[in-house]
């Protein structure tokens, strides 16, 4: 389903008046105005394919209604996304959950809703049919070579359909680990891991990134072989230039600092991207911003004191990418939600005076310095991401629109109540 331009028209004109109000109050206090719509007209975050189902607990999954259940169908709810907050510009494939079969169907497609391919990601988490060997004992860090064999030509296959696509990344996650003390040797283990992605990052093409990203425990509840950003860091700066830490926000443990691990990973010019989410306990992968906003809001004034030091560009620089599945929400609703946290928490970044708050640090005042962060996180910049999409040509307010133009009713319409989700 393609939305009408004409609906989200419609919806705008209607919307015009109490948004132009809102809008023109913030505007006289902000300075830089059109710089900050400007970057946040810019900023796209991805949207993983495996997000579009309902997620599932180890206990069971609750289906969706009208889910997508091929990979057409992943982009066009993809594209309905970005046709209504013009944020959600790129798709990032799992494989082998999204195959593309027909590879110029899925291109041409792609073009045709406006949407990029981001980060492709392997899988060697799951034993697939037809698989020679098992990962129940790891993949790249696994005791036997031909086990590592196996995984590091998966992890080849992953790319070239990247390639073909026009994906400028893969992002490597490993469920490698352990549960039982003494069920591993530590070094060798990271080891045979870092050897196996010298083996991948050979075939990365030259204008590629190759992302590492951690997780300190599940699916293994003792050790993780990739357990921190230490031990990504050390793999990225052992592979090379073009290999990058990837911050999982659901993947500390709790009470991490995190945005302290995105100061310094910047400092070393070796934080490659981000998976968003929310998490109280563990990696619960909730909406983003949903349970600690302000956490989110002070990663990203990290992340733009680093990018700006660096003359990075926020937009294209990093890879920005949701990453949250659950049981309970509209997918597609909750999606909005995720892509709307992420940008309130980047306008309110943007909105730090840098310059004062530097002065306040060398000057030990912590009284302003609070005052200066909390300043810019209390503001409510809702009319400006309101205003950034008026002027993208997509919808004042997204959520309200899907709703009520019942846009899941038409997606149950074309494609029945029960379809099939990854169950992840
Ligand atoms: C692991 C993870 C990783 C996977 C995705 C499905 O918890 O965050 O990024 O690829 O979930
Ligand atoms: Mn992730
Ligand atoms: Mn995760």
Redesign the pocket.
């Known amino acids: 389903m393609i939305l009408d331009k004409q609906i989200i028209e419609r919806h705008n004109n209607d919307l015009m008046g109490q948004h132009n109000k809102k809008f023109q109050l913030l505007a006289e206090e902000i300075s830089g105005l059109n710089e900050i719509l400007n970057k946040l007209q810019r900023f796209q975050i991805a949207i ?1 394919s ?1 997000a579009l189902g309902t997620g599932g607990t180890r206990f069971g999954r609750f289906s969706g209604r009208g889910e997508p259940a091929t990979l057409e169908q992943k982009l066009e709810d993809v594209g309905l996304l970005h046709a209504l907050n013009g944020s959600s510009g790129a798709i990032s494939l ?1 494989i082998p959950w999204d195959i593309p079969r027909d590879v110029q169907h899925i291109k041409q497609l792609a073009t045709d809703l406006s949407l990029s391919f981001d980060a492709v ?1 392997s ?1 060697t ?1 799951q034993d697939q049919p037809q698989q020679k060997y098992s990962y129940k004992y790891g993949s790249l860090h696994h005791v036997d070579p031909r086990v590592r064999q196996q995984a590091v030509e998966h992890n080849i296959e992953v790319m070239q359909y990247g390639v073909e696509l026009g994906s400028k990344a893969l ?1 490597i ?1 490993l ?1 490698d680990g352990s549960s039982f003390p003494g069920q591993l040797n530590f070094r060798d283990s990271f080891l045979n891991t870092l050897s196996s992605m010298e083996e991948i990052y050979k075939h990365l093409p030259a204008d590629w990134k190759l992302f590492v ?1 951690y ?1 300190a425990f ?1 699916p293994f509840f003792y050790s993780t072989t990739i357990g921190d950003w230490g031990q990504s860091l050390l793999l990225a700066n052992k592979l090379g230039p073009k290999a990058y830490t ?1 911050v ?1 926000l ?2 500390h443990l709790p009470n991490a600092n995190i945005e302290q691990i995105v100061s310094l990973l910047m400092m070393e010019g070796k934080l490659g991207g981000f ?1 968003f ?1 929310d998490s109280k306990y563990a ?1 619960d ?1 909730l909406t983003a911003g949903c349970i600690k906003p302000y956490q989110l809001f002070l990663i990203f004034n990290e992340l733009i004191d680093g990018m700006d030091l660096r003359g990075i560009d926020h937009a294209t620089g990093l890879g920005w990418m949701i ?1 949250a ?1 659950h049981n309970m929400k509209d997918p597609l609703l909750d999606l909005l939600q995720s892509v709307e946290a992420i940008k309130i928490a980047y306008a309110q970044a943007l909105l730090v005076d840098r310059v004062a708050l530097r002065k306040a640090q060398h000057e030990n005042d912590i009284i302003t310095a609070q005052e200066i962060l909390q300043g810019a996180f209390r503001t409510d910049v809702r009319p400006l991401l309101a205003e950034a999409r008026y002027r993208e040509g997509a919808a004042i307010n997204p959520l309200q629109l899907f709703q009520k133009e019942s846009l899941r009713e038409e997606l149950v319409r074309e494609r029945g109540e029960h379809s099939v989700g990854t169950g ?1």
């Open positions: 993983p495996w799992h990601n899988n988490f992002t996650w469920a990203e997780k599940e990837l999982d659901g993947h998976h989410n990696d992968d990453d599945s992840l």
